[in-house]
């Protein structure tokens, strides 16, 4: 079955800080990744999406993300967390050979101490 | 248009009324999905629209729950009978294609009293 599961809930880092969300996946053929952001009262906003190529990628707000098929794994990181970050984030898997239908973990909510 | 817009951002309603959510998507994105983000949890997938046609519907909760997308662009998701655990955010998004991501929409939040 194809699911994706962010192992932790709620994270909390001081500003500075370096950070790494955890994402596991499983889904049957090449997957798309995807990391959002939804910040509180916002829609989701897209960071960054893995297709293929080059393992490590980059997106808006100085994330990147980590593609690590053995592992089954896409872990976002950000060397330095600023106290603008604190958001919940969304890992999500899709793949081309469906309707682009994503699945999205359970989120993992970060809080940013000063 | 620049982004998906939605509307109504904000939905009150009775036990059992019935309900219509809209969502406008971004000009020229054939896809539109609809989800559903309860409180505290993650995305739920209800509904995906290609063009006009519905060839994934297999998230709608029940028969209460419909949706219709016409001239390839706005769509509508309707709940019937709406009851308290139908409370939520529903969250639309469109995409030109599997693999590109999604652009969300900011959402409607139900709150069925």
């Known amino acids: 079955a194809q699911s994706v599961t962010q192992p932790d809930i709620h994270i909390t880092v001081s500003e500075g800080a370096s950070l790494e969300l955890r994402c596991n996946y499983s889904?049957?053929?090449?997957?798309?990744l995807f990391w959002y952001v939804q910040s509180p009262g916002q829609g989701l906003q897209l960071l960054l999406k893995y297709f293929s190529g080059d393992t490590l990628v980059q997106g808006i707000k100085g994330f990147e993300a980590e593609f690590k098929r053995s592992q089954s794994s896409f872990n976002l990181r950000k060397p330095s967390v600023h106290w603008s970050d604190a958001a919940e984030y969304f890992c999500a898997v899709g793949g081309s050979s469906n309707t682009g239908k994503l699945i999205f973990g359970q989120g993992t909510t970060l809080q940013v101490k000063p | 248009g620049a982004g998906v817009s939605q509307s109504p951002s904000n939905k009150v309603t009775e036990k059992g009324k019935d309900v219509e959510l809209r969502c406008d998507p971004i000009?020229?994105?054939?896809?539109l999905y609809w989800y559903r983000q309860s409180l505290g949890q993650g995305l739920e997938f209800l509904i995906y629209f290609q063009g006009n046609s519905a060839p994934d519907k297999s998230g709608l909760p029940s028969d209460r729950f419909s949706a219709e997308r016409t001239g390839g662009s706005v769509s509508t998701l309707t709940i019937q009978r709406t009851q308290q655990e139908d409370s939520a955010v529903y969250l639309c998004?469109?995409?030109?294609?599997?693999?590109?991501?999604?652009?969300f929409g900011s959402g409607t939040r139900l709150t069925v009293v």
């Open positions: 000009s020229g994105h054939t896809a």
């Open positions: 998004a469109s995409s030109v294609g599997a693999g590109y991501g999604y652009t």
């Open positions: 889904y049957g053929a090449t997957p798309y």
